[in-house]
């Protein structure tokens, strides 16, 4: 079962005339990607919501690099 997203109507017509026909255009992908973002900013205090997001995305990143055997230069 595929639940059609509204808000991508708002968008169709640009994404029309610079890509051609709408066929197989997904969106599912990106929209459930606010999610995580909204989930980094549970700890922000607000007064800078951005700053907050990068650190914890640059925090999430640094930990995966380490967990997939990654190394930094001296």
Do not use: M
Request: proline share 4%; glycine share 4%.
């Amino acid at each position: 079962i595929s639940k059609s997203k509204l808000h991508f109507l708002v968008h169709l017509p640009f994404y029309i005339r610079r890509h051609g026909p709408a066929i197989l255009f997904s969106t599912e992908r990106y929209e459930s990607f606010n999610h995580v973002f909204r989930l980094t900013s549970i700890y922000s205090n607000r007064q800078a919501p951005s700053r907050d997001s990068c650190n914890a995305f640059a925090t999430h990143d640094i930990i995966k690099h380490i967990a997939t055997g990654g190394y930094w230069y001296n």
